[in-house]
């Protein structure tokens, strides 16, 4: 039953054959993890009655979209709040909320949720949630679109990498003053990245895309993951997480593909970037505050580090007054890498099929471990 500013509407649920296979394809293709046991082992989980979709201002593409989570669960209440004075109201009974950042983290609308059994956030980072001391305190299930956006990002992480190799934050100065600078083109240093080592931190969604475009560009590609010393064919080596500095030693580019974490918090400052090649470019794709921004900037300022693509910054939005917007060689985006022309799917896909098997108490996808964060 779907609920919005028009009352009440029952929904039947969706005829169409090819459902199974379109869940199963995105789910193969973005190697999405389900979890070892079903939802209904779980003893907070009971067959959810009612279900907060967090619409606000109806950013990211929510229109038309209330109609599927109804006909994923026909006998669940689903309402649709579009604001937070809305979702405050409604979530007071609610077994679950999906949305996206910052909404679905919100510790008002939480910690008012005293039913609250399940967050569906819509997108892959939830840092947010795990700092409402109520998510861990009440062993709340979280579930995220982990794998989703990690194509876009991973393009847009080699895009970075590519415009500094090649000089083209000088040009794109040059081109908006209309000046033809044959000065600029003969000192401004180019490299290319074919031959060169390129370092993944954080081989999960985002870094496996990220490293197998730098494999195709040519690079030699070396990572780090959590526990796991497991690779794909198209990275030479995967050190554990205590292995940074020395692989970042021979590294010509960084990229930074970790969720935040306590652990990961301010990992890369000073004693960091004392060991990187003074050629090496940092590219920042995951999170702002895994980077300490003054020392990231000395050491652009100091010619320490070759350049820097961020498209997270600590804090965000960057003041104005910042001096990492004067440094030397960087080029900063607003936090929008997992934009693009196409259309996002998959992410509404995986998440009616989560609230499908909620419901039903079946093996959820994606389920964020919470003593880890991610």
Request: hydrophobic share 50%; charged share 20%; with cysteine.
């Amino acid at each position: 039953m779907l609920v919005g500013a028009l009352g009440a509407l029952t929904v039947q649920p969706a005829a169409r054959a090819d459902d199974a296979d379109a869940v199963a394809a995105v789910i193969t293709r973005l190697r999405v993890q389900e979890a070892p046991q079903p939802v209904k082992e779980r003893a907070q989980w009971r067959a959810p009655r009612k279900v907060v979709l967090l619409a606000f201002n109806a950013r990211g593409g929510w229109q038309g979209r209330e109609k599927a989570f109804a006909a994923a669960a026909p006998k669940v209440q689903v309402v649709v709040a579009k604001d937070m004075a809305a979702a405050l109201a409604a979530t007071t009974d609610a077994d679950a909320i999906v949305g996206f950042n910052p909404d679905i983290c919100s510790a008002k609308i939480i910690d008012n949720a005293k039913q609250l059994r399940w967050i569906e956030s819509l997108a892959a980072g939830v840092e947010h949630c795990m700092d409402v001391p109520g998510v861990r305190g009440r062993n709340l299930l979280v579930t995220n679109m982990r794998g989703v956006d990690s194509a876009v990002i991973a393009e847009h992480a080699i895009a970075l990498a590519l415009a500094l190799a090649h000089g083209l934050d000088v040009f794109a100065a040059d081109t908006s003053k209309g000046a033809w600078n044959v000065e600029h083109g003969l000192t401004t240093p180019m490299q290319t990245l074919d031959g060169k080592t390129l370092l993944v931190v954080g081989l999960g969604g985002i870094g496996t895309e990220v490293a197998r475009r730098a494999y195709g560009l040519g690079m030699k590609v070396v990572a780090t993951r959590d526990n796991k010393h497991d690779k794909p064919d198209f990275v030479s080596y995967v050190g554990l997480p205590d292995e940074v500095l020395t692989l970042a030693r021979t590294a010509d580019v960084i990229v930074n593909a970790v969720p935040l974490t306590p652990q990961t918090t301010g990992m890369y400052d000073a004693k960091f970037f004392a060991v990187l090649k003074p050629t090496a470019f940092f590219i920042n794709v995951a999170r702002g505050g895994s980077a300490v921004t003054a020392d990231l900037t000395a050491a652009l300022n100091e010619h320490r580090l070759a350049g820097a693509g961020l498209d997270v910054v600590d804090p965000e939005p960057l003041p104005p007054d910042n001096p990492l917007w004067r440094a030397p060689h960087v080029l900063i985006t607003p936090h929008m890498s997992s934009r693009s022309d196409l259309p996002s799917e998959a992410r509404w896909i995986l998440a009616v099929e989560n609230l499908r098997r909620y419901a039903n108490g079946e093996k959820m996808l994606s389920v964020v471990d919470l003593a880890k964060g991610y």
